[in-house]
């Protein structure tokens, strides 16, 4: 019987200990490595491009002046990572944490295990989720393509006495807080997640993002009813099969079974304003599965450097951005 590749040694090409053993200087040439691949870490300025920098650092951080427009600047201008207080050696070792957790990462835990406040944690775990999301950004599925929703939230706790207790599963009843996370998940490429209050509101977003010709493939809900008018149908009814005739939705399943996972090992709890970013980190995982750890190392990085500053983070315990 062959091995699964992620028991293998090869699906284990970064560690923590290797991080944390990382003098400054080398972690800081981790990081210019990956941020300036094209060059092989020599710096390009941030502000005009130009690829002549000379090195004017004056510490243990590493600064460079640019030839044509005269600005300094430091490998992490114009990153995630600008204006940072941590050290680039807590970062990547922050991010090596974040990846290799198969279900996600509490920023409680991960507080604990770089000894930050919690408030540094949720910040950085929250700036790593917008790192992942980016990579759907405006993205279109085709081919087979597979829809579903999944609630969550919303729990209401049933009163104490028996004469007390109402139908839970009834509008009337509930809080008003469930939501629904609906996603596309192209079959040969990327999951793709928003959420509602209702999978009757997806209809728009599926349209948008599922180019035109599409086959998709759903379950009995009245929800996707609708969408027969613009896209090719194959549906199943899950209370007879779980596939059948070529159709089923056991991909997008099996993502919700990754955020689940998330929410009841790990997270406990997801708020509805969160609950999208949670979402689009469970997508990026369960599309990235089979790769090693340190290409996810890499992925995350480098995506990091290219993104800039955080929109609805920088600042976030200020109150100077609403999440």
Request: glycine share 6%.
């Amino acid at each position: 019987m062959s091995q699964h590749f992620l028991l293998s040694a090869a699906a284990r090409s970064i560690s923590l200990r290797a991080v944390l053993r990382m003098e400054d200087a080398e972690a800081w040439t981790v990081f210019q490595r990956i941020r300036w691949d094209a060059t092989g870490g020599k710096p390009i300025c941030p502000h005009c491009a130009s690829l002549v920098c000379y090195d004017v650092s004056r510490g243990t951080r590493p600064r460079f002046r640019c030839r044509d427009c005269r600005k300094d600047f430091s490998p992490t201008s114009g990153t995630l990572f600008a204006y940072h207080k941590l050290s680039i050696r807590e970062y990547l070792a922050a991010i090596v944490l974040f990846v290799n957790a198969a279900k996600g990462i509490s920023a409680l835990q991960l507080g604990r295990d770089l000894d930050l406040s919690y408030k540094t944690s949720f910040v950085l775990c929250h700036k790593l989720r917008e790192v992942m999301a980016t990579e759907t950004r405006g993205m279109i599925a085709d081919g087979e393509v597979e829809v579903d929703g999944c609630h969550v939230g919303g729990y209401v706790k049933p009163a104490n006495f028996k004469e007390n207790r109402r139908d839970r599963r009834k509008a009337v009843n509930q809080n008003g807080k469930r939501r629904v996370v609906v996603a596309i998940r192209d079959r040969d490429g990327r999951t793709l997640t928003s959420v509602f209050k209702s999978e009757d509101e997806a209809t728009s977003f599926i349209a948008s993002r599922v180019a035109k010709g599409t086959t998709i493939h759903a379950d009995e809900a009245a929800a996707w009813d609708k969408l027969h008018a613009h896209f090719p149908m194959k549906r199943i009814n899950h209370s007879e099969a779980y596939s059948a005739d070529g159709a089923c939705t056991n991909m997008a399943e099996s993502f919700f079974s990754r955020l689940r996972r998330a929410e009841e090992g790990q997270y406990h709890h997801i708020s509805g304003a969160y609950l999208a970013r949670y979402a689009g980190e469970m997508a990026w995982r369960e599309d990235h599965r089979r790769e090693s750890n340190g290409m996810l190392f890499n992925i995350v990085v480098d995506r990091a450097a290219r993104m800039g500053q955080s929109v609805d983070f920088t600042g976030y315990w200020q109150r100077r951005k609403a999440a």
